[in-house]
T-cell receptor, first 120, second 117 residues
């Protein structure tokens, strides 16, 4: 199956600093990537949809200035948590969909390994 | 209201037992997709199955089987002869068309399956 690589897998940062998380599709092109946040023993909550070459679409309640998303190429999207605070500590997961040539095909989304962010 | 309900928060079984994970969904769309994902302790999500709303055939893949019933809006997942390696959190997800035509999955809360040796 398609591979999505997320880096880093774990990061600990000081309060007030910024952290960048990368999401790469390794063997396919992804015009759209998704960023989720997962609290302990909770479901995955969609934060934003990252579109290559355009601005990300954020879900209601997600601060776009806090969570900066950049989808610079067809294989890379980044999520930057700016001025991180302890309440931003969470598990962040990206996913990407290989649309191929049929843009109506709703294929499964492939997920990265996730990033455990701890803000101290 | 939740679009995907996984009523079982945690299930504990002994190895070799069969176990069924329930998933009930809610949608007004006629075209939608249902998924099951597995999340082991390491955290990554592993795709298990995708089913579209027009295909109600049940599916079997090794020890895994899925029962899709539109009449009850359910998409249940059964593991036969469970093994310790099946211990994980299992998520059911529903994908509906959004404005613009894209489909984005909405996840249930997950069911934590613990298989004891």
């Amino acid at each position: 199956g398609a591979v999505v690589s997320q880096h880093p897998s774990r990061v600990i940062c000081k309060s007030g600093t910024s952290v960048k998380i990368e999401c790469r599709s390794l063997d396919f092109q992804a015009t759209t990537m998704f960023w989720y946040r997962q609290f302990p023993k909770q479901s995955l909550m969609l934060m934003a949809t990252s579109n290559e070459g355009s601005k990300a679409t954020y879900e209601q309640g997600v601060e776009k200035d806090k969570f900066l998303i950049n989808h610079a190429s067809l294989t890379l999207s980044t999520l930057t948590v700016t001025s991180a605070h302890p309440e931003d500590s969470s598990f962040y997961i990206c996913s990407a969909r290989d649309l191929g040539t049929d843009f109506t095909l709703n294929t499964e989304a492939f997920f990265g390994q996730g990033t455990r962010l701890t803000v101290v | 209201a939740q679009k995907v309900t996984q009523a079982q928060t945690e299930i504990s079984v002994v190895e070799k037992e069969d176990v069924t994970l329930d998933c009930v969904y809610e949608t007004r769309d006629t075209t939608y997709y249902l998924f099951w994902y597995k999340q082991p302790p390491s955290g990554e999500l592993v795709f298990l199955i995708r089913r579209n709303s027009f295909d109600e055939q049940n599916e079997i893949s090794g020890r895994y089987s899925w029962n899709f019933q539109k009449s009850t809006s359910s998409f249940n997942f059964t593991i036969t002869a469970s093994q310790v390696v099946d211990s994980a959190v299992y998520f059911c997800a529903l994908s509906e068309a959004r404005s613009g035509g894209s489909y984005i999955p909405t996840f249930g809360r997950g069911t934590s399956l613990i298989v004891h040796p």
